[in-house]
């Protein structure tokens, strides 16, 4: 660098300092126009800023759009009020941000998803699953539950008449049993000739005596015992006899093949865990994670816009069980003591809840400290003990 760039005092005559003028070099017109397109970059950025960053500034007594999606303890519905536990959450977050709530509902979990992706919703706030699919479309806060799936199954009869019919002629027992059905008619037709020749007190019409007959059969094949007196002597008792044996024979026979049956039946229709199900239709709430996990292991689903209608299909036969939430279905369960459905088998496929933002959207940062700050000082176990209590 020169000399003539630097700036350099003199002493004057009165012992005062004085400057001469800095010399610069030109500002070439190159550097004028990188200085320039620098300029309108920095402009251009500023209005290329997505719209969710005006989210990012949430003030105090802004109001948010909030989607919710009816799912019972965790969002439920009053008329046009909302309660549960997420909305006591979500609540305990925003007001002491000085953030005002309009509530949405929406159909299913995708739908509010998606509402919170295209930014028809600021935040979905239900016992919505952390998911990958779900991550790459929306930003989770902090999780505040963990959860997963089970089952809710119907306590119905072991097996109905139909059902042992059908188990009958499976296990070939029908086809004996009608062997044994066909013995009984011509035991009664040769015992009533039997009869009506050396009885003389046997009724002498034919369906009286047939009656007769089949009555004196039956109570010998059923009970082994004789309703007759002996026409025959010794060889009547002999004969009487064998009956008998050939009675309690019979009925062991079909006592052990109709128990075996209804056993089998009992054993084929009970389901304690995930790994019956397989070969059954099973009920699943329309875009939850349960319908996505029972589709990746191939289960037949039938899907239900909501619990109460998947509990309808369960009652009425058109699905074997319900798959869902581990709690919510828990809760049905509890709140519907007098109804026959019970909660069975372990948790399985675990996952955790939390509240969707858009992506880009600074108030999942400012709403995940709240629920962080909430489980430290132990509210968050307070309200989730409110719903459950202290069975978890």
Known sequence: MNFDDYQTSFLDERGGYWYPPLRMKPISSRDLVIALAALLLLVASLH???????????VPGTQLKVGVYVSPPFVMRDGAHYSGMAIDLWEATAKPLGLASAYREYPSFEALTEAVQKGEADVAVSNLTITKERVERITFSQPWYDAGLRILVAERDSAGFWQVLGGLERAGHLRAMAWLATIIIVATLVLALFYRRFDTTFPRSWHEGLAESFYEVMSVATSGKVTRANAL??????????????GVAVIAY??????????????????NSLADLPG???GVRGGSVAERYSSEIRLATQAYGSLDEAVTGLGNGEIVAIVGDAPVLE??????????FSVVGPIF????????????????HTITLQILALQEAGELEVLRRKYFGNDR
């Open 254 to 271: 079909v006592t052990s093949s109709v128990t075996s049956v209804m056993t089998a039946l009992t054993l084929t229709h009970q389901i």
């Open 280 to 282: 059954r239709t099973v």
């Open 233 to 246: 002597g010794w060889i009547g008792r002999i004969s009487g006899g064998v009956w008998m044996a050939c």
């Open 48 to 58: 290329a800023q997505p719209a969710s960053a005006q989210e990012n500034t949430a």
């Open 349 to 364: 496929h675990p996952d955790k809840y939390g509240f969707g933002f858009r992506h880009g959207n600074y108030l999942s």
């Open 331 to 340: 809760y049905y369960a509890h709140t519907h003591a007098r109804q026959p």
